[in-house]
């Protein structure tokens, strides 16, 4: 596992701020079914991890794949589009 930048971080801290009202969406990036109880565990991006374009926990509980495109990430399975702040995330 590669450890996420500081400045990914940050982006990372306002992709899943901005899609937390739909919780569904959170478990499709961090692999997970529906509710998360514990919204505010984001805030704790030092511990999340990615490896090949996928996002995993400590626990090593892999994510959905994403794609990367221009100034959005998408969701490959759901096909949502999120903005990103930052053209180096996650490159």
Not at 76 to 85: A, C, M, P, Q, W
Request: aromatic letters at 8%.
């Amino acid at each position: 596992m590669n450890e996420i930048s500081t400045q990914q971080s940050m982006v990372l801290l306002k992709l899943h701020r901005e899609i937390s009202i739909n919780s569904n969406d959170i478990g499709s990036i961090f692999g997970k079914d529906g509710h998360m109880e514990a919204v505010a565990s984001l805030w704790e991006l030092k511990e999340i991890h990615y490896i090949d374009g996928k996002f995993s926990d400590l626990c090593g509980n892999p994510g959905k794949p994403y794609e990367v495109q221009y100034n959005t990430i998408r969701l490959t399975e759901t096909g949502k589009r999120y903005l990103k702040d930052n053209t180096n995330f996650l490159d």
